[in-house]
């Protein structure tokens, strides 16, 4: 069996992916977290020095979250299964990372992030939103995932960013009803992922 290990900060970020994707396929893995401090350590001896990183059998090392949770997807059988399958579920993870960016740069980069977070909040956040529904909507009428009859790497990365802003007060769910029931679906119906969420250690973000 081959030996994985994630290393990552001491919090949820771009590591959850990963962690999710193993939670789901029932595969054992190291869930390595490093502080602040220890990464200035081993930066420089890592491919492109960032994290998250995945070693695989201790030899094979790689980063960037999304090249990650592609890999471990066609691993794990949750990539699609097709070709055409993959382009949709490659379409709706770089669309999610279009939506979470604004976002991230506005809380973590910007000068007058206060003013950016709040331009997301007004119309990003809902015109993207509206589209995922949209998208959604047309695969079983929205009552199943976003590509294909199963759950695939596209569903949980989607889930995963929306967490990130899912309890505001000026956002109202039941305007992307089939996105909200997508997210009680993968988060809460699915057991795996469902035992991980309760499990995860308390991270610093």
Not at 51 to 68: E, G, K, M, Y
Not at 97 to 102: G, R
Not at 113 to 126: A, D
Request: aromatic share 14%.
């Amino acid at each position: 069996m081959p030996k994985y290990k994630i290393t990552y900060f001491n919090g949820t970020g771009r590591a959850e992916i990963a962690r999710w994707m193993f939670a789901l396929a029932g595969q054992d893995y190291e869930d390595h977290r490093v502080s602040r401090e220890d990464w200035q350590k081993i930066k420089a001896d890592t491919p492109f020095q960032q994290v998250p990183i995945l070693t695989v059998d201790d030899t094979f090392q790689f980063s960037q979250s999304l090249a990650i949770a592609k890999f471990l997807a066609k691993r794990f059988g949750f990539m699609g299964k097709d070709e055409y399958e993959e382009a949709r579920i490659n379409m709706i993870l770089e669309c999610t990372e279009d939506m979470v960016k604004p976002l991230v740069k506005a809380i973590f980069y910007d000068d007058e992030s206060k003013t950016g977070k709040e331009k997301w909040e007004g119309s990003e956040r809902s015109s993207f939103l509206e589209r995922f529904e949209k998208v959604l909507r047309k695969n079983n009428n929205g009552d199943g995932y976003f590509v294909g009859d199963g759950i695939s790497v596209a569903d949980i990365w989607f889930c995963i960013v929306s967490d990130y802003f899912a309890d505001e007060e000026s956002l109202d769910w039941s305007k992307y009803p089939k996105l909200a029931a997508l997210r009680e679906r993968v988060e809460k119906g699915n057991k795996q992922i469902a035992e991980w969420i309760a499990k995860r250690p308390k991270g610093d973000f």
